[in-house]
């Protein structure tokens, strides 16, 4: 009888989740960042949250998918001379096919220059 009074407290009607916080279950920070659950995206780990810094590493650090603060300007590279067109730049974590750190080609169509 009690495992049956124990498992009705985690559930609602017909076995639904009871909501974040009513007044005899109050909601629960899991990771213990002051976030709960229902605010929280990952209550699991105390580094995401909102307001969290959103960062580059493959997580939503701040629960709302913005971009990340540390992504690198990279310029494309059309003719392979490892200096990108300076007029050809785009922000990302990781480095886009064909694009380099340096922009600095006068003439990206022409590896010589």
């Known amino acids: 009888m009690t495992l049956f009074y124990l498992l009705s407290a985690c559930s609602g009607a017909a076995g639904e989740p009871v909501p974040a916080e009513t007044d005899s279950h109050p909601a629960v920070d899991q990771d213990g960042d002051g976030y709960v659950l229902d605010e929280d995206c990952d209550d699991t780990d105390p580094d995401v949250h909102p307001g969290a810094q959103e960062i ?6 701040d629960c709302d ?3 990340a603060i540390d992504q690198g300007r990279w310029y494309a590279d059309q003719d392979g001379d490892f ?8 922000t990302a974590c990781d480095r886009p096919a064909d ?10 169509s022409d590896p010589a220059r």
């Open 83 to 90: 200096h990108g067109a300076p007029d050809a730049a785009t």
């Open 56 to 61: 580059c590493n493959g997580l939503d650090d």
């Open 65 to 67: 998918d913005t971009d």
């Open 99 to 108: 694009a380099v750190r340096s922009g600095d080609d006068c003439d990206d």
